[in-house]
């Protein structure tokens, strides 16, 4: 079922970082869509794996953004955004958004809507956290992101997973 294999020291070396990135990756975990917009109007999407929930009163929620990302500046001078927890068949938008693109959005028109603050919000999700941001904690080569929940919508379906870099029904990537 599972194997014991070295265990490596500090994540010092680029070569350790990768080592790391891998056995972080052995924690599965669900998939969301986050998006925002910034002052000038110009959307912004990505596919993120490091959503928490925090507390329920107040209602805040994390997630961090990685300071090289292509949006990240964008992200992070922002004063929303909206996570969506994404379901089994929304793989390929996690995959579209998972790229660097100038507009991720106009594959996938049909399916935004304008939520809280003018931002994207996914028509379909599993459940949808739209977020006014609480506060930014810069740490390593990450900004966690809090937010602070003002609308939530939550619904039932099969969710879509990530472990060990694969991408799918919890069932066939595990
Ligand atoms: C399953 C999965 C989870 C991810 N989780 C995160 C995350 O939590 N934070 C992050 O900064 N990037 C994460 N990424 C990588 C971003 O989606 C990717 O860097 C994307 O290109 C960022 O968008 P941008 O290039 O438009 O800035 C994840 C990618 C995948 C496939």
Redesign the pocket.
């Known amino acids: 079922m599972y194997s014991w294999f070295d265990t490596f020291g500090p994540a010092d070396t680029p070569a350790d970082a990768r080592a790391l990135r891998t056995a972080f990756s052995n924690f599965a975990t669900g998939?969301c869509l986050v998006t925002t917009v910034a002052a000038d109007g110009k959307r912004?999407?990505?596919?993120?794996?490091?959503?928490a929930s925090v507390s329920l009163q107040p209602a805040l929620l994390l997630?961090?953004?990685?300071d090289e990302?292509?949006?990240?500046d964008v992200f992070v001078a922002s004063g929303r955004f909206v996570v969506s927890v994404l379901g089994v068949e929304q793989q390929e938008l996690?995959?579209h958004?998972?790229?660097?693109?100038e507009d991720?959005f106009a594959k996938f028109a049909d399916q935004f809507e304008d939520g809280l603050g003018g931002c994207p919000r996914l028509r379909a999700s599993i459940a949808t956290f739209e977020c006014a941001t609480w506060s930014r904690h810069k740490e390593g080569d990450?900004t966690i992101l809090i937010g602070k929940v003002e609308r939530f919508s939550s619904s039932h379906g099969a969710p879509l997973a990530?472990y060990a870099g694969k991408?799918g029904a919890p069932g066939e990537i595990a």
């Open positions: 998939v912004e999407g990505m596919t993120i794996n490091s959503f997630w961090s953004i990685r990302a292509r949006s990240a996690a995959l958004f998972a790229r660097p693109a991720k990450h990530t991408l």
